[in-house]
């Protein structure tokens, strides 16, 4: 999910090199959805920042975000950072 086109040639290419299956959504790929939360509970993981990534974590995904440098959000990180 991007609305960056900086960040949509990174994970593309990051996708390809490890022959990663990737589906995109988002302002940067004119894809949109209306159901977000329920279009994306029929994947694994989802490459997001900010906004895009905490809706991804809310339905449960592990979402591998900016910060990915730091770390990935998961189910299990968002409720240690809650507690």
Do not use: W
């Not at 960040?7 to 790929?29: F, M, S, W, Y």
């Not at 906004?51 to 998961?74: D, F, K, P, Q, W």
Request: negative net charge; charged residues 20%; proline residues 2%.
């Amino acid at each position: 999910m991007t609305k960056n086109f900086d960040h949509q040639a990174a994970v593309r290419q990051a996708c390809a090199k490890n022959g990663i299956e990737l589906d995109e959504l988002g302002p940067a790929t004119g894809r949109f959805s209306h159901q977000l939360e329920q279009d994306l509970l029929g994947y694994d993981i989802v490459f997001a920042t900010a906004r895009m990534a905490i809706e991804a974590a809310a339905v449960g995904l592990s979402s591998a975000t900016h910060a990915a440098l730091r770390g990935c959000s998961t189910p299990q990180t968002c409720r240690r950072g809650a507690e």
